[in-house]
């Protein structure tokens, strides 16, 4: 018995059996097609169900214990007891749902404070917080630029930037990854009226690499563009106050709006943008993520607010973060695995085609390492990577161990399947 909502189609009339249909794209999606591998779960880019926080060594739904290099937990807060007892009183007092969203009855102190001090923590005058960091960019960039207006977009964004771009009214014009030259020519040849806005990742989640801030705030200051860096990477990871690459290369005032997400470093979920007070109202009345969408449940936002707070008062876990990525990069280098250049909590290491780097995410998987398989279109075709993702966290035994099964996994993955197209590297 099938209804309107499954995948089969009722006989259609003569008449309307030549129409294309629509959902074939859903239907026929190879990647798809792996995620219903029974045979093989957790192969390329499928789920692994875990059974427990995603800590430094987590227990998989196979039972056993692997060190976690696949996680955004990147200050170990994800199951910190604090956050634990702040969410259960948050979920005591204000019950598991806002049931509305922000404009409506959505709103509570917790999401006022949080404002607050992530407005602080950043030095803009206001933060609006959005239920992901997805919907973070999608209320930001929707609601700036008219028709006649241009979003300068590095073509190595995240997808919710390329896909918030093309929401907005403007004109998108991508510009090639980290190419300073590229940006420069693009910004010359628009019209001397249009308004303009450069969008770039300050740590690019797939590769670890860093925007060149400094020369493109330069670049923005010559042509006077506005620029949004979304730091979904660089919060608690990079900077002497874990605030993002801006912080690290000494630029972020120069920055119009920053966006974040809070499923990383603040071990919670959600998003939210800092910029002016006027820009924040701007987005409060029109961006559809805050006007038409239920706000954050009150356990995560005190959950964020209380991360936030350890943040600003353990800048040590900032350090050995930043110790625990060097050590990751050396030991891969050294065993012959080096990582694309970066300096963020991302370590990508190469390894070719989507069969190589299939073969190597298993292998790693099978010696008790569980990473990210990463292939097109995350990332260039022909240029996989194996993503690994550090914690503060991580002891040095794991990292060291680690950091040497992938290593070997790759070298066995290359042999069989070929190196493929070599890896882009940062100029940053």
């Known amino acids: 018995m099938t209804d309107g909502l499954t995948a089969a189609r009722p006989e259609l009339p003569a008449a309307a059996r030549d129409r294309r249909d629509p959902f074939a794209p859903l239907h026929e999606n190879a990647l798809a097609a792996l995620l219903r591998d029974p045979a093989h779960p957790g ?5 692994v169900p875990t059974g427990g926080a995603p800590l430094p060594v987590t227990r998989y ?11 955004g937990n990147y200050l170990g807060l994800a199951g910190d007891p604090r956050l634990i007892e702040s969410a259960a009183a948050a979920l005591r007092r204000y019950g598991t749902s806002t049931s509305g969203s922000r404009v409506l009855n959505g709103t509570t102190g917790l999401h ?44 190595h964004v995240h997808a919710s930037l390329h896909a918030a771009a093309a929401a907005s009214r403007g004109k998108v014009v991508r510009w090639q990854h980290n190419d300073l030259d590229s940006l420069a020519a693009r910004l010359e040849r628009l019209d001397p009226r249009a308004g303009a806005v450069v969008v770039v990742d300050g740590v690019y989640s797939m590769t670890g690499e860093i925007a060149p801030l400094r020369g493109i705030t330069a670049l923005c200051a010559q042509h006077g563009a506005r620029l949004v860096v979304d730091e979904a990477h660089g919060l608690g990871v990079l900077g002497a106050g874990g605030r993002g690459a801006g912080e690290e290369l000494g630029v972020l005032t120069d920055v119009d709006a920053v966006t974040v997400a809070l499923s990383k470093s603040l071990a919670s979920v959600g998003g939210a943008i800092m910029t002016s007070r006027a820009a924040a109202d701007g987005i409060r009345a029109s961006g559809m993520p805050y006007v038409f969408s239920a706000a954050n449940d009150p356990a995560s936002v005190a959950a964020a607010l209380t991360a936030l707070r350890i943040l600003r008062a353990e800048p040590e876990r900032v350090v050995r973060l930043q110790q625990n990525c060097a050590l990751l990069r050396r030991v891969l280098a050294d065993a012959g695995a080096g990582p694309i250049q970066g300096r963020g909590a991302v370590v990508a290491v190469p390894t070719g085609s989507e069969e190589a780097t299939g073969a190597a995410w298993r292998t790693a998987f099978d010696a008790g390492v569980y990473t990210n398989a990463v292939a097109y279109p995350a990332v260039p075709r022909g240029r996989g990577v194996l993503r690994l993702t550090v914690m ?30 070599p890896a882009a590297r940062s100029v940053a």
């Open 43 to 47: 192969s390329a880019s499928v789920a």
């Open 61 to 71: 739904a196979d039972g056993r214990d692997r060190i976690n290099l696949g996680t």
């Open 112 to 155: 006022l404070q949080l404002e607050e001090e992530l407005a602080d923590l950043y030095g803009t005058e206001a933060a609006v917080l959005t239920s992901s960091g997805v919907n973070a960019n999608l209320a930001l960039l929707s609601t700036v630029c008219t028709p006649d207006d241009v979003l300068l977009v590095d073509a």
């Open 392 to 421: 503060a966290t991580h002891t040095e035994a794991q990292l060291r161990t680690a950091g040497e099964v992938v290593a070997a996994a790759v070298h066995a993955a290359r042999e069989t399947h070929g190196e493929g197209l």
